[in-house]
């Protein structure tokens, strides 16, 4: 499981504004988020979205959906068809149905189009007003000046505050009735939406500080709250149980997330090594991963994969505790094995061909090279692919190759003058007009145009 930092980008403000800076006071502190990259995780949030959105009538392959490592409950969607689930949230559902009830609500949000009508609304007057109190809060939190943002947002007028709230509790209760719909049509029970709106109501009268940023971006109503209530009484589907592997891969991601992100003695406490579930000895295995108790570690995950030899995510762990442990060459084969279980998996083949390459191996490096290329097939936007790839095209000598895997890395870190130089060098070594030179020469003028506006 890696985590990528992502920068808080304010230009996109206006489509993001109800769903993430909703609340215009308690809010002074810009931070970048970061996400969490794992193949069994996103695939689990597939399993549990995909009967959603087709109910939706959305096509799934154009839904992303992003992982934030954020112990906070929320859940937002962005820039049209972007679902962002926080980690917090992930851990805290009890059950799936809570999980999928969430990602039913904010698909209420995309198919509603609540994005567009908001960005319409910052056409009149007041939402001017309001965006502007925003931006000018930000800009101020962006030149570091925290006490000049707080009196900027703390002081903006409560009229149009309200005003931007109204709008956005009719899009909330549009959504919820939405995702019933969804939820009636897929066969999924709303007891998980109405429960996570419990939890959310015994959060009313904390302070502002002290709520999840989910209730402060969704306002509450007891009109939603009844609405669910009213559905689950009427839904034929209220008291369907979740097939029993939608609930065995809810408690596998929960497992996961809180084996790598809590500390290890408060994994090892709540999955006790009396507890012999699947989802806890997961649990252990990662928490003594954490611990660096290798040996203990690889004990239990072999346990696993002989019960479950056909598992690909379990012989992905073996492999990412064998390469952290430094074991590169024997972190090879596991890694091989979940690659011919699930071949699409490019995160896999990622950390295949990293092992790959650091044995120092020329026909490892061969088979890096394979690896990373099919990987791009899928996965083209990881900085760390093409640094990867740049050491693979090294080792063959194709200085050509290097060059552009290094401006395509630096384009995706935002290095603009970097990849302009590569691309140019790129562009120097590459027979003129071939592939690699017209996709050197899409680099360059992408970064002249940028430096244009």
């Known amino acids: 499981m890696k985590s990528i930092r992502v920068p808080k980008i304010f230009a996109d403000v206006a489509a993001v504004f109800c769903f993430v800076l909703i609340t215009l006071s308690n809010q002074t502190t810009a931070r970048a988020i970061s996400l969490i990259r794992d193949t069994e995780l996103e695939n689990t949030i597939r399993v549990f979205s995909a009967p959603i959105f087709d109910a939706a009538g959305l096509q799934a392959s154009d839904i992303q959906i992003h992982i934030v490592n954020d112990p906070t409950l929320n859940a937002f969607v962005a820039g049209g068809q972007r679902l962002f689930i926080n980690t917090g949230l992930l851990m805290r559902a009890k059950h799936a149905g809570q999980v999928i009830g969430v990602i039913a609500h904010e698909t209420g949000h995309i198919s509603g189009g609540h994005l567009v009508r908001l960005q319409e609304s910052l056409s009149h007057s007041t939402a001017k007003s309001i965006l502007t109190l925003v931006l000018g809060g ?18 903006g007028a409560t009229v149009q505050q309200r005003s931007l709230l109204s709008y ?10 939405a995702a019933a719909g969804f939820l009636e049509e897929s066969g999924y029970s709303g007891r998980g939406l109405m429960e996570f709106l419990g939890t959310l109501s015994g959060q009313e009268l904390l302070s502002t500080e002290s709520q ?9 109503t007891q009109d939603r709250i009844e609405f669910m209530r009213r559905h689950v009484a009427t839904s034929k589907n209220s008291n369907n149980p979740l097939p029993i592997d ?21 994994t090892l406490r709540e999955y006790k090594a009396d507890d012999q579930s699947f989802h806890a000895r997961y649990a252990r295995a990662i928490a003594y991963k954490e611990l660096h108790k290798i ?13 479950k030899p056909n598992d690909p995510f379990l012989y992905e762990l073996k492999g990412d505790v064998l390469q952290d442990a430094g074991r590169v060459a024997e972190s090879i084969a596991p890694y091989s094995k979940a690659i011919e279980i699930l071949p699409w998996a490019a995160l896999i083949r990622v950390n295949l061909a990293q092992s790959q390459l650091e044995t120092n191996e020329p026909a490892m490096s ?20 093409w640094r990867l ?7 063959k000598d194709d200085q050509a190759h290097v060059m552009l895997a290094l401006a395509e890395e630096a384009m995706l870190n935002g290095k603009r003058s970097e990849a302009q130089h590569r691309a140019k060098r790129a562009m120097d070594l590459l027979s003129e007009g071939s592939a690699s030179w017209v996709r050197a020469q899409d680099i360059q003028n992408a970064t002249k145009k940028k430096k244009e506006e």
């Open 366 to 385: 061969d088979a890096a090279l394979e690896n990373l290329q099919q990987a791009l097939r899928y996965e083209p936007e990881i900085p760390l692919l």
């Open 168 to 177: 956005t509790r009719s899009m909330e209760q549009a959504a919820d009735q």
């Open 212 to 220: 999840d940023p989910y209730l402060r971006s969704h306002p509450l």
């Open 138 to 155: 930000l800009a101020a939190v962006a030149s570091g000046q925290a006490e000049a943002a707080g009196a900027v947002i703390a002081g």
């Open 389 to 395: 790839l740049a050491t693979a095209y090294a080792r």
């Open 246 to 266: 939608i609930q065995r891969a809810h408690d596998r991601m929960r497992a996961k997330l809180k084996g790598f992100i809590n500390p290890p003695s408060r």
């Open 295 to 307: 040996d203990k570690s690889l004990e239990i995950l072999d346990n696993l994969i002989s019960e």
